[in-house]
């Protein structure tokens, strides 16, 4: 049979996947946090550690995945210019940042163009896991690395240690979770925690205390959140025939709305699929982006779990207590690549 880990810390730090409306069942949960009353009820000092600030390399992930509402609102910046009485209802507030993106995107720092938030997120980060501009997928080369490669640097190489590294824990956190016997869990598991603290080791360095990760948060965290004020605008909704988002937290910390997700559809119906020439950004589904914000929540809370973490150093430690320490944080990484797989099949 299929074995289940416990995720109690994974559920207490996301508030896992808020919906203010039932959630059909393509949006449904991964079968990992299903516990079948295996969840356990967390101490005091667990909750005090889950609802600590997330680590910026942590946030960042989650922007990086998606970022594609970005290009979308510069997107709806170019209609806000062509199409006035559209937007005839938008306050002065949002009026100012639609015009901001069309004008200022590229030339000012808090407004960094895609290919500057792409040379920011993938020194660190790699590629997007998300859906990417144009029709490249997550494995395509990105042009930001093309520019890299002809200036003479080595841009993409930390990135790509950590879309490696990345991948090697999701793979033993699925090994450990779809175990068919007991037998062999401790090898298992100790697979896992040593994919955990090499990726432990690379994530450090850009912790909280690196001047290039502050800033580069700083910058592509305020065009994120400009972005984020235009959808869930209720003139700018209305443009398009939907409400916003409800949500407070969405499309950030695993908030799921249906709202948000079927305006994000919604755009890409009327804007893009009507461009002339054709956009580089492809139209999102509203399937699509609920599992991108699966992926952007799991991997930063699997992020910021192994950041964490106190990896086992006691080679005397009972199998159990590590069981009880780190599977929670299987949990977390198990999730991240379900939700991986499921932005690569047809939705």
């Known amino acids: 049979m299929l074995l289940l880990v416990r995720v109690e810390g994974a559920l207490n730090n996301r508030k896992s996947f808020k919906s203010g409306v039932e959630k059909p069942n393509h949006e449904r949960l991964d079968i990992s946090l299903y516990l079948t009353g295996r969840i356990k009820m967390t101490t005091d000092n667990q909750v005090a550690t889950t609802q600590a600030k997330p680590p910026l390399i942590a946030t960042m992930y989650e922007r990086w995945t ?19 009485r559209q937007y005839r209802e938008a306050p002065p507030n949002i009026s100012e940042i639609l015009q901001n993106f ?18 920011t997120f993938e020194a660190i980060l790699g590629s997007s896991d998300g859906i990417g501009m144009g029709k490249e997928t997550k494995n395509s080369t990105p042009m930001a ?20 590294e990345s991948a090697r824990l999701r793979e033993t956190a699925r090994a450990y979770t779809e175990r068919q016997v007991t037998q062999g869990e401790g090898q298992l598991l100790q697979a896992f925690l040593d994919e955990g603290i090499t990726l432990q080791s690379y994530l450090r360095p850009i912790d909280d205390k690196n001047n290039v990760v502050i800033i580069g948060n700083t910058q592509t ?5 400009a972005a984020v004020l235009v959808l869930r605008d209720q003139s700018v909704a209305g443009r398009f025939g ?3 988002a409800t949500q407070k937290t969405w499309p950030l910390g695993g908030a799921l709305d249906e709202n948000g997700s079927l305006l994000i559809q919604e755009i890409g119906k009327v804007l893009i699929q009507s461009m002339t020439p054709p956009a580089t950004l492809m139209p ?3 399937n699509k982006f609920a599992v991108m914000q699966r992926i952007a929540s799991y991997g930063s809370l699997t ?40 932005l690569t099949t047809p939705i």
């Open 66 to 84: 998606l970022d594609c509402i970005i290009e979308l609102v510069q997107i709806i910046a170019k209609d806000f210019v062509y199409r006035p």
């Open 242 to 244: 939907r409400p916003p």
């Open 102 to 119: 069309l004008f200022l995107t590229g030339t000012e720092p808090k407004f960094p163009n895609w290919m500057q938030r792409s040379m």
């Open 284 to 286: 999102i589904s509203q």
């Open 221 to 225: 965290k305020a065009i994120f959140d």
């Open 303 to 342: 992020i910021t779990d192994v950041l964490r973490a106190n990896f086992p150093a006691d080679p005397g430690e009972s199998l159990e207590s590590r069981k009880n320490r780190f599977e929670p944080l299987i949990g977390a990484a198990y999730s991240w690549k379900t939700a991986l797989d499921s």
């Open 145 to 164: 690395v093309a520019a890299g490669a002809e200036a003479g640097i080595n841009a993409p190489a930390e990135g790509a240690q950590f879309k490696m």
